[in-house]
C-alpha cells in the first residue's frame, strides 16, 4: 500500500500490514517530506515481492508516478487506485478503468457490437 497517513492507518487497523523479521513493511506512508523517487521505488519494490497479491495505492499518489502505473502491465500483483480523505476519486484518472474501457471498446468493435 502505498498512501497517506490515514489511508494505511486505517488498512493497518484492519490487518493488511505486515512488517517482516527484516522491519521490512509492505506499505509506504506518503506526507510532504516524501520525495517522488521514494514512491516510485516503494512501487518497483511491492510490484516485484511476490508475497503481495495486491498493491493498493491512492490515487493522487498515483497520479505522481503515472507513469511507472501505467507502464506497468502484469497481472500479479495487481495495482488498485483509491481514493484518499483529502483527494476523491476520479475514475478519468484510473488506470485500470482506462484500460477496461480501452479493452471492451475495442472487443466491441471486433464483434461489430458498436
Request: aromatic share 8%.
Amino acid at each position: 500500500m502505498i498512501a497517506d497517513e490515514d489511508t494505511v492507518t486505517g488498512f493497518l487497523l484492519a490487518g493488511v500490514g505486515n512488517v517482516d523479521l527484516r522491519r521490512k513493511t509492505n506499505y509506504l506512508i506518503v506526507d510532504s517530506k516524501t520525495t517522488v523517487k521514494a514512491i516510485e521505488d516503494a512501487f518497483k519494490e511491492f510490484t516485484s515481492r511476490e508475497d503481495i497479491a495486491v498493491v493498493l495505492i491512492s490515487q493522487y499518489i498515483a497520479s505522481m508516478i503515472r507513469f511507472l502505473v501505467d507502464s506497468y502491465n502484469k497481472p500479479v500483483p495487481a495495482i488498485l487506485e483509491i481514493p484518499s480523505k483529502d483527494h476523491p476519486y476520479d475514475p478519468a484518472h484510473d488506470s485500470v478503468l482506462s484500460r477496461v474501457r480501452y479493452l471492451f471498446s475495442a472487443e466491441s468493435v471486433a464483434s461489430g457490437r458498436r
